[in-house]
């Protein structure tokens, strides 16, 4: 059974940088379809960032340009570089995967992926 386990988290003023890492165990790592996701106290869970298995990626348009998603199949750990962050960025992060080679346009939507991590939170204040 795989597992997702994310870190990095904290809180940090407007216009700082978190690294979150998530670290995958149980399963063939390099083969995984990974993303981040995350959710805000009483919105939807958002599609942050996609990368596949040979580096291609995806961001979501509120964070082009200031987040980098980035994976070491050497370490089964896939992360999320955030710098130049904002409130509203304030928010659970969750890494999660899947087997499935999902079309381009579905890659940020959160049904796609069946594995999931707990969660890290991230605080950004002014």
Known sequence: QVQLVESGGGSVQVGGSLRLSCAASGGTFRTFYMAW???APGKEREGVAYIDYD???KYAESVKGRFTISR???KNT???QMDSLNPEDTAMYYCAATNNRTPWY?????????I?????QVTVSS
């Open 55 to 57: 580096g291609t990626t």
């Open 116 to 120: 999931w991590g707990q969660g890290t």
């Open 78 to 80: 896939l992360y999320l």
């Open 72 to 74: 070491d199949n050497a």
């Open 106 to 114: 579905l890659l940020l939507q959160a049904d796609q992926y069946a």
């Open 37 to 39: 996701f995350r959710q």
